[in-house]
């Protein structure tokens, strides 16, 4: 099992940016995708960016064009936002997908982005 340390979240205003960092420890072996997913107050979970090993990207509709995904190697991978929004707010999970199907999460840092 991996574990996950999210860094680099914190208060911004509209149209600032932020650099969110993951970093894995552990086995990494099985992992297929690293990404990112956010979770604002009331609502449910969502995607934000996600990364495979082959280098594919997949981004929500409403990042696209602001956000890149990117890794450094098996173990580090970044979220790079700019332009951000006041509905960008949210708490930022980093995850990673096995080729079993098995997902781990970190624990989430807060983005807050100020009108």
């Known amino acids: 099992q991996v574990q996950l340390v999210e860094s680099g979240g914190g208060l911004v205003q509209a149209g600032g940016s932020l650099r969110l960092s993951c970093a894995a420890s552990g086995s990494i072996f099985g992992i297929t995708t690293m990404g990112w997913y956010r979770q604002a107050p009331g609502k449910q979970r969502e995607l934000v960016a996600t990364?495979?090993?082959?280098?594919?990207t997949n981004y929500a509709d409403s990042v696209k064009g602001r956000f890149t995904i990117s890794r450094d190697n098996a173990k580090n991978t970044y979220l790079q936002m700019n332009s951000l929004k006041p509905e960008d707010t949210a708490v930022y999970y980093c995850?990673?997908?096995?080729?079993?199907?098995?997902?781990?999460w970190g624990q989430g840092t807060q983005v807050t982005v100020s009108s």
């Open positions: 990364l495979t090993n082959g280098g594919s």
């Open positions: 995850m990673v997908a096995y080729f079993w199907a098995k997902t781990d």
